[in-house]
């Protein structure tokens, strides 16, 4: 019979410490906390165009959510960066007194807090939402100096965004974002990495840690390659964590001191017509049987597809039953 609760037994994995059962990585994102403006409304419908809060156009696609409007960037010219990229008015309209003291009265003590210590979504995202991927990268190579300035301004904000969530809210875990590879390999190389993104994701969780939260890091694809850098950084957890990486091997490289969320990849094999339901949890199982024992993960499983995509949602159905006939058997 399980003694911790839900939230308890998930802190244990940011602390290193072994739970009770094997947590589901993605629960508690609906336990985001953030003022107005700045946080995640799902129960609001999307709207199909809008404005992010840079000025970016926006559309819904309905596979991936929110995506900047093709051909419709902002940035043409990373030196021209300082005439168009601007402080959001919303951050100045914030009442982080008032909007903690309403959202933490009606929240469930037994949901954690998750805390979004960014504007927008990263700093190299921020970058391509700005400028598109080409243009991005390009100026990365060519304008090193401006792209680092515009990323520090950022940096800035997301620092006072910070450092108001963790004195206003006191979330439990500080989440930091910037899908930064694809399935094969990280888009930008090492030196590139070290120059430009390495010192600003390391000084967001500084603030993070100095605030007592835990720090979790999000990337997508084959992120490998900069994993020791993002663990020295001092962030607890990482996540999707897709299986273009070694995950087993990461796993035991840092003695149970960095926590693998997720495991199960949402596209590929178990997305394909011809899989069957028990192949699919054939899958779970395999996966919770390399990466669960001796703690230091949380399993997170879906089927890539649109919210109204009956086959997806009916796959991701199995891989969640599997997840909880399985989660008990791992610790004593």
């Not at 400028?131 to 680092?148: H, I, R, S, Y």
């Not at 694809?182 to 090492?190: A, D």
């Not at 020791?228 to 962030?235: Q, R, V």
Request: aromatic content about 14%; some cysteine; charged content about 25%.
């Amino acid at each position: 019979m399980a003694h911790l609760t839900p939230k308890e037994n998930l802190i244990r994995v940011y602390a290193h410490e072994i739970p009770e059962w094997v947590p589901w990585g993605y629960e508690g994102f609906m336990g985001i906390v953030a003022p107005d403006g700045l946080g995640f409304d799902f129960n609001a419908p999307p709207a199909d165009e809008f404005t992010d809060m840079f000025g970016v156009p926006m559309v819904m696609e309905r596979h991936s959510g929110p995506i900047p409007k093709p051909g419709a960037f902002i940035l043409e010219d990373i030196t021209k960066w300082r005439d168009v990229i601007k402080r959001p008015a919303l951050l100045d309209e914030i009442d982080w007194e008032f909007c903690s003291s309403r959202d933490l009265a009606a929240r469930d003590p037994e949901i954690i807090k998750y805390g979004m210590g960014g504007l927008g979504n990263g700093y190299f995202m921020n970058l391509t939402y700005f400028m598109g991927f080409d243009a991005g990268l390009v100026a990365c190579v060519e304008e090193p100096e401006e792209v680092k300035a515009l990323m520090d301004f950022l940096l800035e904000m997301n620092i006072e965004v910070s450092k108001n969530l963790l004195y206003w809210y006191k979330p439990d875990v500080m989440m930091m974002g910037d899908d930064i590879a694809h399935e094969r390999q990280p888009f930008v190389s090492e030196a590139m990495f070290l120059d430009i993104f390495e010192p600003r994701w390391r000084a967001i969780c500084e603030v993070y840690k100095d605030g007592g939260a835990y720090a979790q890091h999000h990337n997508c694809g084959r992120i490998e390659p900069f994993l020791e850098y993002i663990y020295k950084m001092g962030f607890d957890a990482w996540d999707p964590a897709q299986q273009s990486n070694n995950l087993y091997d990461i796993k035991w490289r840092y003695d149970n001191k960095f926590a693998i969320f997720g495991g199960m990849e949402n596209n590929g094999f178990v997305s394909w017509p011809e899989t069957t339901e028990e192949e699919i949890r054939a899958e779970v199982r395999r996966v919770m049987d390399e990466l669960a024992p001796g703690g230091a993960f949380a399993f997170g499983g879906m089927v890539m597809g649109a919210l109204d995509d009956d086959e997806a949602n009916k796959r991701s159905a199995w891989i969640r039953d599997e997840y909880e006939q399985n989660k008990f058997k791992y610790y004593e």
